[in-house]
């Protein structure tokens, strides 16, 4: 959050001031995601404290649409990138990782994993789909008021 203060301080543009939360911010979020064991609650209260953040500093009105955040600005949104989604991408990826080596080492690690926590992994994917569609949606719906505007 510290950088985020930091990025939100500066006198960039807004646009610059979503990339640069989108490259300083989020890769460290996404880092620890394979390591630290996140819950969902801990996820949707960092979003909650980067929109709080926009607001005190002037770049999200806080009776306007939080979704439009999320959607790309060519669609109609600011493009910033969802915490909760880039959770799913990655513990996705990893496990698609995971899955994909024949290494030995990650042999041992596949067999621990389905040990342990086969259904978090089942739920991440399905999370994962289930992102997706709303994301669709989201977009759909966007694209439909910007056409009747």
Known sequence: MRRLRLVLGTELSAKNKIEAIGSLEVPILRYSFGIVNW?????????????????????????????????????????????????????????????????????????????????????????KTEVQKEMRKIKDSIAEKTKER
Do not use: F, W
């Open 39 to 127: 819950h969902q609650e801990e996820l949707q209260k960092l979003n909650r404290k980067t929109r709080k953040l926009l607001t005190i500093h002037g770049h999200h009105y806080p009776k306007v649409d939080v979704d439009r955040l999320y959607v790309h600005r060519k669609q109609g949104g600011r493009s910033l990138m969802q915490i909760e989604a880039a959770h799913v991408v990655e513990m996705t990826k990893l496990a698609e990782y995971v899955d994909r080596m024949e290494d030995p080492l990650i042999q041992v690690v596949r067999t621990h994993q389905q040990n342990t926590d086969s259904a978090a992994l089942q739920a991440s994917r399905c999370l």
